[in-house]
């Protein structure tokens, strides 16, 4: 059965309004080390954060009859932390991730 590709393109925002806005890029690097050498104590004027991306290109190849010819997906996650010192992380993506089946509820 071909797929049928949607006439109209959506091109709009889809930003989740729970996540922080992607501008870690523009921030200073935070140092815990001052300029004396010394230990930074006020941990109120740092602000710990880090900054996920996930990153995909979808490639596509359609025959004229809307049949796939070829598709790709490549992808990255890029991370930059701001955190105070070297803090243990655990990242995990959703379990509920299901790639490859049509009928999936996901």
Do not use: W
């Not at 523009?26 to 991306?53: C, L, R, W, Y």
Request: hydrophobic letters at 40%; charged letters at 15%.
């Amino acid at each position: 059965e071909p797929i049928v590709v949607a006439p109209v393109v959506n091109t709009g925002s889809m930003v989740n309004p729970k996540t922080a806005s992607a501008n870690a890029v523009h921030k200073p690097v935070i140092s815990s080390v001052t300029a004396t050498g010394k230990k930074a104590t006020n941990a109120a004027n740092q602000k710990n954060e880090i900054f996920v991306d996930i990153l995909e290109r979808l490639n596509v190849l359609f025959s004229n009859n809307g049949y796939v010819l070829n598709s790709t997906i490549d992808g990255c996650i890029q991370m930059k932390s701001y955190l105070a010192g070297n803090p243990a992380l655990r990242l995990a993506l959703n379990e509920d991730l299901v790639v490859g089946r049509a009928n999936a509820t996901g």
